[in-house]
């Protein structure tokens, strides 16, 4: 299995700050990697497919970068929507493996 | 407007069965591959499984290999997630979600791009 460590688990920011959470895989995944956003009593969302590519309707402060077993998230300049719990995911080979989740709260 | 629409939520007692089902809607269902992702109470994200309603092909997480089932029955778009036997650690939310690419060859378009409702399944005696 595919193991998916993310970093931090929990941040604290405050709203026009520029975020980055960090997903590492055990191996390489190539581009295959997901990252979704959480609220509470709510479904995932797709935020970023394919690394960097960003899912339509989704705000263009959200970006994704990195290959092989590194990748980030970055929000460029944070709003208050966007605090909430965020995943990644490899979806490799007919598997896929999420990371424990980032919490990112309100300074 | 493409959809996943769940059944509600169950309570059951341990050692009892269950099948929670996610009808598609919107979209060829046979074409795009349907997976399961469980979220324990206050827990992350945890991928179960996945089929293809086109010819029912599965694949499982060895962690819910053996755990459960996913079946599909493609003639009312309609997946299923099923337990012969319950536990009090199958207490979470399921849901299901379609992954993107829209064909069975999986590719780097495969992330889940559509989610179900949820369906919170309470087991308890």
């Known amino acids: 299995d595919i193991q998916m460590t993310q970093s931090p688990s929990s941040l604290s920011a405050s709203v026009g700050d520029r975020v980055t959470i960090t997903c590492r895989a055990s191996?390489?995944?190539?581009?295959?990697l997901a990252w979704y956003q959480q609220k509470p009593g709510k479904a995932p969302n797709l935020l970023i497919y394919?690394?960097?590519r960003l899912q339509s309707g989704v705000p263009s402060r959200f970006s994704g970068s990195g290959s092989g077993t590194e990748f980030t998230l970055t929000i460029s300049s944070l709003q208050p929507d966007d605090f909430a719990t965020y995943y990644c995911?490899?979806?490799?080979?007919?598997?896929?493996?999420f990371g424990q989740g980032t919490k990112l709260e309100i300074k | 407007e493409v959809q996943l629409v769940q059944s509600g939520a169950q309570v059951k007692k341990p050692g009892k069965s269950l099948k929670i089902s996610c009808q598609g809607s919107?979209?060829?269902?046979?074409?795009?591959?349907i997976g399961w992702v469980r979220q324990m109470p206050g827990k992350g994200l945890e991928w179960m499984g996945i089929?293809?309603?086109?010819?029912?092909?599965?694949r499982y997480s060895p962690s819910f290999h053996g755990q459960v089932t996913i079946s599909a029955d493609k003639s009312i778009s309609t997946a299923y997630l099923q337990w012969s036997s319950l536990k009090a650690s199958d207490t979470a939310i399921y849901y299901c979600?379609?992954?993107?690419?829209?064909?069975?060859?999986?590719?780097?378009?495969?992330?889940?791009?559509?989610w179900g409702q949820g369906t919170m399944v309470t087991v308890s005696s």
């Open positions: 979600a379609r992954l993107g690419g829209g064909f069975k060859t999986m590719g780097s378009d495969d992330a889940f791009d559509v």
């Open positions: 919107g979209y060829t269902f046979t074409n795009y591959w």
């Open positions: 394919k690394a960097s």
């Open positions: 995911q490899q979806y490799d080979t007919y598997s896929g493996t």
């Open positions: 089929i293809y309603p086109g010819d029912s092909e599965t």
């Open positions: 191996q390489s995944i190539t581009t295959w």
